[in-house]
């Protein structure tokens, strides 16, 4: 399997999505829980994106049914639901993803219906085209990934390695062979259940576990230290012709 290339994004950065998808990105992650996206930023850069022919994952700013609809109901392509405790709270609040029978998301006319309606087919198709991926950055949604994984509700998992590894007691986050293990341990738990799992890989070794375990989509950097990189870059260059 091919994984796919994600940027990362803290701002509505209108720019920097257009140069990500001229660089040959095949997708975009809004980070609302960290980043500076209100919901009039995510009405407007949701669909701008989408028709840019990229994918949209939003981070939602909360594991809570508002804001997990307002980013699927602005069009998003899925959620990534950060803060999932353990299996019965992942059970609780991916239902907001999917709408009835299978879920609890409240139908809301507009953007997702083609601004028209819906028939008897349309929630089902809907359900299967939206992703919804509870994140893996607790010691106890650790514990019950396969659990989680076995929810009709979840589509595959978004692990977060930092807060994982820091909340096991490291207090920050390298990748030695602890960690390793258990990033491998998690993407295979996703591909043996037959659902997805995607992961920020911001090192070289990231992203070599990622490809290796049959990463769906990978982040490979983020917009803040992508502006960090190229201006100290352009700087050191100058000042090497200074001598």
């Not at 929630?123 to 990934?145: F, G, I, Q, R, W």
Request: aromatic share 8%.
């Amino acid at each position: 399997m091919t994984p796919r290339f994600a940027a990362w994004f803290s701002t509505p950065n209108v720019a920097g999505i257009e140069i990500v998808a001229r660089a040959g990105y095949d997708a975009v992650i809004f980070d609302a829980e960290h980043g500076n996206f209100d919901l009039a930023d995510l009405n407007r850069i949701i669909p701008f994106s989408s028709l840019l022919g990229l994918t949209v994952l939003v981070k939602t700013g909360a594991p809570e049914r508002a804001p997990i609809q307002q980013a699927l109901d602005f069009g998003a392509d899925g959620v990534i639901i950060p803060h999932v405790l353990d299996a019965a709270h992942a059970a609780e609040v991916c239902g907001f993803a999917k709408l009835p029978p299978l879920g609890d998301r409240s139908l809301a006319g507009g953007r997702t219906m083609d601004y028209t309606g819906f028939d008897a087919q349309w929630s089902d198709k809907h359900n299967k085209k939206t992703l919804c991926l509870p994140m893996v950055e607790d010691p106890a949604a650790l514990d019950d990934v396969d659990a989680i994984l076995a929810l009709d509700t979840v589509d595959g998992i978004f692990i977060g390695p930092g807060d994982l590894f820091a909340r096991r007691g490291g207090g920050g986050y390298r990748v030695g062979e602890f960690e390793e293990q258990t990033l491998r341990t998690l993407g295979r738990a996703a591909v043996a259940a037959g659902k997805a799992w995607m992961m920020p890989a911001w090192s070289e070794v990231e992203q070599r576990i990622a490809i290796e375990e049959g990463a769906h989509t990978i982040g490979v950097l983020q917009e803040f230290t992508a502006m960090r990189l190229a201006f100290s870059s352009a700087l050191a260059s100058a000042k090497n012709l200074v001598g």
